[in-house]
Every structure is written in C-alpha cells, then in structure tokens.
C-alpha cells in the first residue's frame, strides 16, 4: 500500500472546542404558570380600571416570577454556581422594578408581607426538590391570586368586598386546577385522590352558590358588585363534572389538550366573574 493511500484510508482525528451550555433558569418551563400569572393581574386590572401604574407593575410580577423561578431551580440543584447567573439577573431586576412600583404607587407596599409565605413555602420546597408537591401548588395558587388584590389596589378601586370575592374566585379556580392536573398525571390511576379532587371542585362550587345567594339576600338590587353569579357557580359546576369525567378517558388526554382546556376554563372563570 502506498504512502499515500494509506494517508488517505487513515482516519482523522480534529480537535473541537465543545461547545458551552447555556446555565439553566433563564426561561421558566412550567408552561401552566403563565395563567397563573397573567389572570389575577388582569381580573384586578379591569375590575378597576387601567392604571398608569399598572405597567411597573406587570413588569415587577413577571419579571419577579423569572426570579422566583430561577431561584428555585437553583435551590433545587444544591446551588451550584451555574444556575445561580439567572437569579442574580432577574433578582436585581425584579429588585429594581419593585422599587419603580412603590415610588409609583407608594400604598402598595403594604402587600408585601401577604407574599412572604406564598413565596417561603414555594422556595423551601424547591430546596427540598418537593416543588411538584400538593402544598407547593396550594400555596403557590394563593400568592398568585393576590395579584388580584394588588392590581385591584393600584388601580384605585373601593369595593374590596367584590376584590375579595374577585380574588377567592381566582384562588379556587387555580387549587381545583393543582388537583385536576395532578388527577391526570401524577396520581393517575389513584382514586382516593382522584375522590378527593372531585370533593374540592363540588366544595367550590357549593361556596360560590352560597356567595350567591347570601349577596341576593343582603344586596338585592346590587347583585352586580358580587364579582360572583350563578354564570360562576355554572362554570364551577362544569370543573367539577370535568374533574370527575376526563381522568377516567382511555387513553389520558395529551399534554397539550390539558393545557388547552385549561385556557379555556381560566377564561370563562375570569370573564364570568368580572361580568358578574
């Protein structure tokens, strides 16, 4: 064999820098997170109206869960130094844009306190790599239907009865919605707690036709400051056969027809509450 047909036949070896992996943290993956986020905000938005402060303030809330994102993922990896570039990044940003909030709107740092164990709870189950837990999702549920006070609040609204009710609506919604998705996925196949997610989503049900009722005896002719109707107590009603129906579909719903149907009942429960 020649010289050069043994150069030829000889294999090559190239020396190729690998190439640098992106830290993680920087975009959040919880997909369901989004209208956990942007439905509160809207709901107090328009139940009081625009507001120019309502802008930091949009910008402060998600900006605020990239943060809350990064910094569990970092808890969650034992905080290792390549996840934590995200939570500096978005920690001083959401820092910076909390501080525009309140030079805005100066009354609304009295909310602060409201967030601490919303986010301690969710915090402390990221470090313990519980983040999927029951009570993380309870708590995480709470916090963001806060929001609804808060925007309701920087918008300049009076009738706390109805933010309040605003903002019970959208806490069960989101908790019946921790409870159907895990009846889907995680605890499929497990009845007691498939019982109990039926259980949950009859109780709000039941509750919002209470509202009802005790605003049409107390406040007959002005049933309309409610922010809950017998159009919510339907909607509810219609969680609660689905949460008892589609996990027992074979084969399951997909991921992505889950995520649909979960647009679509965030906006009849937020369109029927505020209509209310």
């Given at each position: 064999?020649?010289?050069?047909?043994?150069?030829?036949?000889?294999?090559?070896?190239?020396?190729?820098?690998?190439?640098?992996r992106?830290?993680?943290g920087?975009?959040?993956?919880?997909?369901?997170?989004?209208?956990m986020?942007?439905?509160?905000?809207?709901?107090?938005?328009?139940?009081?109206?625009?507001?120019?402060?309502?802008?930091?303030?949009?910008?402060?809330?998600f900006?605020?869960?990239?943060?809350f994102?990064?910094?569990?993922?970092?808890?969650?990896?034992?905080r290792?130094a390549?996840?934590?570039?995200?939570?500096l990044?978005?920690?001083?940003?959401?820092?910076?844009?909390?501080?525009?909030?309140?030079?805005?709107?100066?009354?609304?740092?009295?909310?602060?306190?409201?967030?601490?164990?919303?986010?301690?709870?969710?915090?402390?189950?990221?470090?313990?790599r519980?983040?999927?837990?029951?009570?993380?999702?309870?708590?995480?549920?709470?916090?963001s239907?806060?929001?609804?006070?808060?925007?309701?609040?920087?918008?300049?609204?009076?009738?706390?009865?109805?933010?309040?009710?605003?903002?019970?609506?959208?806490?069960?919604?989101?908790?019946?919605?921790v409870?159907?998705?895990?009846?889907?996925?995680?605890?499929?196949?497990?009845?007691?707690?498939?019982?109990?997610s039926?259980?949950?989503?009859?109780?709000?049900?039941?509750?919002?036709?209470?509202?009802?009722?005790?605003?049409?005896?107390?406040?007959?002719t002005?049933?309309?400051?409610?922010?809950?109707?017998?159009?919510?107590?339907?909607?509810?009603?219609?969680?609660?056969?689905?949460?008892?129906?589609?996990?027992?579909?074979?084969?399951?719903?997909?991921?992505?027809?889950?995520?649909?149907?979960?647009?679509?009942?965030?906006l009849?429960?937020?369109?029927t509450?505020?209509?209310?």
């Open positions: 064999m020649s010289e050069q047909a043994s150069e030829v036949d000889r294999p090559r070896v190239t020396l190729e820098r690998p190439a640098r992106r830290s993680p920087w975009i959040p993956n919880q997909h369901g997170a989004w209208a986020l942007a439905s509160p905000l809207l709901v107090g938005i328009l139940a009081a109206g625009p507001a120019w402060a309502h802008l930091p303030l949009t910008l402060f809330w900006v605020g869960y990239f943060a994102f990064a910094a569990g993922l970092w808890l969650k990896a034992s290792r390549r996840h934590r570039p995200p939570v990044a978005y920690g001083a940003a959401a820092a910076m844009l909390g501080v525009i909030v309140v030079l805005v709107e100066p009354r609304l740092i009295r909310w602060v306190p409201a967030f601490v164990v919303p986010l301690a709870v969710g915090l402390w189950s990221s470090a313990r519980t983040d999927r837990s029951l009570l993380s999702g309870l708590s995480t549920s709470m916090g239907a806060l929001m609804t006070l808060v925007a309701y609040d920087a918008g300049g609204g009076t009738d706390w009865r109805r933010a309040g009710l605003l903002a019970a609506t959208q806490a069960a919604y989101f908790a019946g919605t409870f159907y998705v895990k009846s889907l996925i995680r605890q499929r196949g497990d009845a007691s707690f498939r019982r109990l039926i259980s949950c989503h009859v109780g709000f049900a039941v509750l919002a036709a209470a509202a009802v009722v005790l605003g049409t005896r107390t406040r007959a002005d049933i309309g400051h409610l922010g809950v109707s017998w159009w919510v107590v339907a909607v509810f009603g219609v969680l609660a056969v689905r949460a008892a129906w589609v996990p027992r579909l074979t084969p399951p719903p997909r991921p992505a027809r889950i995520g649909l149907g979960e647009i679509a009942a965030t009849a429960v937020a369109v509450s505020l209509a209310a």
